[in-house]
């Protein structure tokens, strides 16, 4: 005959129930989506409450829609491009090189944070032709503060100070491993603020091999229409920039008020979803604001 004791018995918080609906459609919705891009996108290593890990989830590839416009453009007007390396420089998890993977011959990704490298490493094993470096670049060899964001991890950014540092990072100049490279054709730099100094010290590569460089700057580092970094790039041959555009059907409205308004009536009371569109805009000057996008176009290329 058997038998049944309880032995143990522990309360669960009570959740809002509207709370409770909500958590489990997003799950549902996620897992629905998760076997929707299996099959289609590489199976990544991604860090838990991440920002980048959570796009990766829902889209399969972090800034997706921005690399598909760019890739388009630049196969369209620039397809020699596709024959060289390209230079991931602030690889984090290795989203963008395992994008680039797909177009250039060889990708090389530099991630100074040794616990990204680590799962950049990992994800790299995706594709054959990755390398990777576990340094990031500056204009001299050095060892500086680094502050990492726990929700965003590609926010985290050199510090000046030893007592906002969280770990610290090796950086070391590109031309010291690479100046003798004729077949680099792409950069891409995201360093969060550190762009100058990393581009500096690549002007031996830069000079060279005349790359197209896709690049950050923050709107603290924009004055009178330029930068440092712009400027620093213009002294190394660089005449011709370009920025990418993201428009939605809310720019046809003067004021943030109206956008919002007419934001919030489309996608909440209509259910219906505002389009969305990104541009390649050539430009030689550029507002004071975060500008996600730059991209500097050699002459040989022939863009004006």
């Known amino acids: 005959m058997s038998s049944s004791r309880e032995v143990f018995r522990r309360q669960l918080d009570q959740k809002d129930p509207r709370r409770h609906r909500k958590d489990t459609h997003a799950e549902d919705h996620l897992n629905a989506t998760s076997t929707e891009l299996a099959g289609k ?4 290593a991604i860090f838990a409450f991440d920002h980048i ?4 989830n829902v889209h399969g590839t972090y800034e997706k829609d921005e690399l598909e416009t ?4 630049l196969h369209q007007a620039a397809p020699s491009l596709f024959t060289g390396t390209a230079l991931d420089i602030g690889a984090n998890i290795g989203n963008h090189a395992l994008f680039f993977a797909d177009h250039f011959r060889d990708v090389i990704a530099f991630e100074p944070n040794p616990r990204v490298f680590a799962l950049l490493r990992l994800n790299a094993e995706l594709a054959p032709n990755i390398s990777c470096r576990d340094y990031g670049l500056s204009v001299q060899e050095q060892q500086l503060g680094f502050r990492i964001n726990p929700s965003n991890i590609g926010a985290s950014h050199i510090v000046s100070h030893a007592d906002e540092a969280t ?6 100049p590109l031309d010291a491993e690479f100046a003798a ?4 054709t792409f950069m891409k730099v995201d360093v969060e603020g550190h762009e100058f100094e990393a581009l500096s010290g690549a002007r031996q590569v830069i000079a060279s091999n005349q790359p197209v460089i896709f690049f950050e700057q923050q709107e603290s580092e924009i004055e009178n229409g330029t930068s440092a970094t712009i400027e620093l790039l213009r002294s190394l041959g660089y005449r011709t920039f ?12 003067k004021t943030r008020l109206a956008r919002n308004l007419y934001r919030i009536y489309f996608n909440t009371v ?5 389009k969305i569109q990104y541009a390649i805009v050539l430009t030689d000057h550029f507002d004071k604001r975060f500008h996600p996008g730059v ?3 050699p002459d040989h290329l022939g863009i004006r």
Request: hydrophobic content about 45%; proline content about 2%.
């Open 242 to 253: 370009a920025m990418m555009v993201r428009e939605t059907d809310r720019r046809r409205f």
């Open 53 to 56: 890990g959570h796009a990766i």
């Open 167 to 172: 770990t610290t990072i090796h950086l070391r």
């Open 41 to 44: 996108h590489r199976p990544m």
């Open 181 to 184: 490279r004729r077949d680099i």
């Open 295 to 297: 991209i500097a176009l």
């Open 70 to 73: 760019l890739f388009a453009w």
């Open 270 to 274: 209509r259910g219906w979803r505002e």
